[in-house]
């Protein structure tokens, strides 16, 4: 999947994430439906990645939201061979890895496969959180790309942002 591309803006503004207010956001061409952090910018990465992605702020610091979407054209794929081409994008893009979390879970009723990772690149480090969700039509990529010292805050916010997502 194409929409595993990393960017890297770091660091989640200073706002906890129980206190941050979410909004419900709709959009025709998505298929589902999610609440976004109220005041967080849309981004357009020319990726050709499907799906909504976001910024904490204008300018870094910022925290990176991804909730990108491919449909599968019948194919039958996995998320675990998904991870296995984005762990490869890593390295071969000159970045250490090192996966640090990995569970099974649903959001709004899809199963998928969640790890967290701590990725070392030329200008410093990010974690990341990704899930790759196996739906009837199409592969799910949500991601979420932080700093190590904000990751936490930046995780449970994303945490709430997940529990919303409805699929149509």
Known sequence: MRACRLFFPALLLTMSASAQTLTPFKD??????????????????????????????????????RLLFVNKGGMA?????????????????GMTLKQTASREVKYGGVGGLEREYLLSHPKGKVQMRV????????????????SPARYAQASALFSKVLATVKFK
Not at 37 to 65: C, H, I, N, R, Y
Not at 77 to 93: A, D, L, R, W
Not at 134 to 142: M, P
Request: hydrophobic share 35%.
């Open 28 to 65: 025709a061409k998505l298929p589902f439906t999610v609440s976004l952090p109220k005041g967080w910018l849309g981004v357009k990465f020319e990726d050709g990645a499907s799906g909504v992605s976001l910024v904490s702020g204008q300018k870094p610091p910022a925290t990176l939201m």
């Open 77 to 93: 794929v996995t998320p675990q061979q998904e991870f296995q081409k984005f762990e490869g994008g890593i390295k071969g893009g």
């Open 131 to 146: 899930w790759y969700g196996n739906g009837a039509k199409n592969l799910y990529s949500f991601q979420l790309t932080d």
